[in-house]
């Protein structure tokens, strides 16, 4: 049986279709487990109707918004099956996406599966649910943990969505709390690392919801540094098993802290003397990774500019950002 953990937070717009999606799964060993997050719109009242209508779904209530964390947790704890997946509220999965995921797992023996996705936009909700795709072939790519890092998660792909699970890799592992940004990253590096065997298909089942109010498209919150935080962490953790890859992601959190700055540029000066102390720890943080003469090979294109200017020119860099910011607006 597959377990399907749907972290519900003010999701009444999208949620329906998410269910639904999963009611029409074209394999039908699977479990609904829905976990409330204090929400203020109907998202509750929602969940318990579908509860009500089918035996497989389970749905629990959080009386306050503890994070995403804490709501996929509170599912984890609550699952049955031998698969774990996770769907956010606002996406969907194609009608044969546990069919696929699970004859994949047993042809790979694999312990995690990973399949791949579409972005999908405000107008895609009204078409028609999407049909499987025509060939019936995808190409599939079976990694060790190494390789998986290095060809996979350190290459952009850390959503813990869109992957089967076997439950047994996931068995006291829990998603870190306290993390706005990031919190997907550590957990499915924690995953890998447990695992033997990961298999990646390009059969695009998962359809991700662009959300142009999330959370990484909103003016700079001291909340942004989670993702530097995330990053750090997964230095520490990949340096402690695969050393040889601590030079990539030294250019991953180099990266990071250029975005987060560059989120801090768009402010206007008042807002981001606000924010000094956050400013003075991305400087930090660069200059103990950006003075690396290794990392420049791994740096996206346009990247190794920007990390001579910022480190050489911080204020320079600042102001030139938010002025081109400014004009593109």
């Keep these: 049986m597959i377990s399907i953990v749907i972290p519900v937070y003010n999701a009444e717009e999208y949620l329906e279709k998410c269910i639904e999606s999963i009611l029409d799964q074209t394999y039908p060993n699977w479990e609904l487990v829905l ?50 997946t996770f769907i956010d509220a606002d996406d969907w999965v194609k009608k044969d996406y546990l069919e696929k995921l699970v004859k994949l797992q047993k042809k790979q023996d694999a312990d995690l599966v990973i399949c791949g996705y579409d972005r999908v936009y405000d107008e895609d909700r009204k078409k ?33 969505w869109g992957v089967l699970y076997k439950s047994s890799v996931l068995e006291q592992l829990k998603f870190p709390s306290g993390l706005t940004i990031g919190e997907d990253l550590l957990f499915v590096l924690e995953a890998a690392l447990r695992a033997e065997k990961i298999a990646v298909t390009d059969y695009m089942g998962y359809q991700y919801y662009i959300n ?42 180099v990266v990071s802290v250029l975005l987060v700055v560059g989120k801090i540029a768009e402010l206007d000066i008042a807002e981001q003397k ?56």
């Design 35 to 84: 976990v409330d997050n204090g929400s203020t719109d109907e998202s509750m009242e929602i969940c318990r109707a579908y509860a009500k209508k089918d035996v497989r779904i389970t749905a629990f209530h959080q009386y306050r918004n503890q994070g995403v964390s804490v709501a996929r947790n509170l599912g984890m704890e609550r699952c049955l099956g031998d698969f774990i």
């Design 212 to 253: 142009t109010e999330g959370a990484m498209l909103k003016k700079f919150t001291p909340s942004y540094m989670d993702q530097i935080t995330c990053w750090e962490r997964v230095l520490k953790r990949i340096g402690e098993t695969y050393p040889q890859l601590t030079v990539k992601v030294e250019s991953i959190l």
């Design 274 to 329: 606000e924010y000094k102390k956050e400013m003075e720890e991305c400087y930090r943080v660069f200059m103990q990774y950006g003075k690396k003469k290794e990392i420049r090979k791994y740096l996206p294109g346009g990247y190794k500019l920007k990390v001579l200017l910022y480190r050489f020119v911080p204020k320079v860099y600042i102001f030139l950002y938010g002025r081109l910011k400014q004009v593109k607006r």
């Design 128 to 160: 028609a649910p999407e049909e499987t795709q025509k060939s019936g072939k995808y190409a599939i790519r079976t990694y060790n943990i190494k390789q998986y890092l290095k060809h996979y998660l350190l290459e952009g792909n850390t959503h813990c």
